[in-house]
Nanobody, 125 residues
Framework: QVQLVESGGGLVQPGGSLRLSCAASGRTFGISAMGWFRQAPGKERAFVAAIGVGRSGGSTYYADSVKGRFTISRDNAKNTVYLQMNSLKPEDTAVYYC????????????????WGQGTQVTVSS
């Protein structure tokens, strides 16, 4: 079993930045991709970004709504992925969930192995 712990959420003004972290522990050997999804109030959970981890290449995928503003990165030694969020907008307000998958392409399609507990990001003045 894999445990995912997110951190880094909070309240930020429009145009500001935040960095989310997700640390994986437990049975991490089989993880080949990690990523982020988000769920705003009254909306379905949606894909944000994914990256290949471990021995897989570091291919990245992004939702169109965050391209050019968000960057996903990894630290294989720490089993941790990061989401750097810049130029934040009120519509980025959501609970952000870390997720694992078999590869980043399928992860972006919603094929998820494990979920984190989520971290709240609020963009407001």
């Amino acid at each position: 079993q894999v445990q995912l712990v997110e951190s880094g959420g909070g309240l930020v003004q429009p145009g500001g930045s935040l960095r989310l972290s997700c640390a994986a522990s437990g049975r991490t050997f089989g993880i080949s991709a990690m990523g982020w999804f988000r769920q705003a109030p009254g909306k379905e959970r949606a894909f944000v970004a994914a990256i290949g981890v471990g021995r897989s290449g570091g291919s990245t995928y992004y939702a169109d709504s965050v391209k050019g503003r968000f960057t996903i990165s990894r630290d294989n030694a720490k089993n941790t992925v990061y989401l750097q969020m810049n130029s934040l907008k009120p519509e980025d307000t959501a609970v952000y969930y870390c997720a694992t998958g078999g590869d980043p392409f399928r992860l972006q399609l919603g094929t998820v192995g494990s979920w984190g507990q989520g971290t709240q990001v609020t963009v407001s003045s």
